[in-house]
């Protein structure tokens, strides 16, 4: 995935919490997710569009 298809508005960022647990999101721009530590999901970045639906996430293994 090139970057100019991850890229998400940083002001959007700011106002996005995981659907789940209400809680903060970090951006990893390698893979292109949003990822919620208190969750352990990964929601995908598509087309700079977060895919912000928890059946879309990818869970977070150890």
Same mark, same amino acid.
């Given at each position: 995935?090139?970057?100019? =298809?991850?890229?998400?508005? +940083?002001?959007?960022? $700011? %106002?996005?919490?995981? +659907? %789940? =647990?209400?809680?903060?999101? =970090?951006?990893?721009?390698?893979?292109? $997710?949003?990822?919620?530590?208190?969750?352990? %999901?990964?929601? +995908? #970045?598509?087309?700079? #569009? +977060?895919?912000? %639906?928890?059946?879309?996430?990818?869970? #977070?293994?150890?």
């Amino acid at each position: 995935m090139n970057s100019s =298809t991850s890229r998400v508005d +940083p002001k959007l960022l $700011e %106002l996005l919490v995981c +659907p %789940l =647990t209400k809680g903060r999101l =970090t951006y990893d721009a390698a893979a292109g $997710e949003l990822v919620s530590e208190k969750a352990r %999901l990964a929601y +995908p #970045i598509r087309d700079g #569009i +977060p895919i912000m %639906l928890i059946s879309e996430a990818r869970e #977070i293994k150890d």
